[in-house]
């Protein structure tokens, strides 16, 4: 199928970023809400796609998301941010 760019849906959109990113082979991926404007079938194939590259390849990633159980399916380690204070596993860092 072949669409032009500006006729894309921002999942769409989403999804080709991702791809172009990982067709460079980065160390380590910086992913900023990568699936908020994904269905879920797209969300956890994405999170699968991102957690096998990791384990096969060794790419790191940094995965900021407001969605909590997303957060506990792929994060080796879950960081949170609430009003100023930075802390992980509930144990303040700051």
């Given at each position: 199928m072949s669409k032009e760019a500006f006729t894309l849906s921002g999942g769409e959109k989403q999804r080709v970023a991702l791809v172009?990113?990982?067709?460079?082979?980065?160390?380590?991926?910086?992913?900023?809400?990568?699936?908020?404007?994904?269905d879920d079938?797209?969300?956890?194939?994405?999170?699968?796609?991102?957690?096998?590259?990791n384990r096969q390849e060794g790419t790191g990633y940094v995965w900021i998301s407001h969605d909590r159980d997303q957060a506990a399916r792929i994060g080796d380690r879950v960081w949170s941010l609430s009003n100023g204070t930075l802390s992980e596993g509930g144990i303040s860092c700051l």
């Open positions: 172009r990113s990982l067709l460079l082979r980065p160390k380590l991926l910086l992913l900023d809400e990568i699936t908020s404007s994904l079938v797209s969300k956890y194939a994405v999170e699968r796609l991102i957690t096998d590259i």
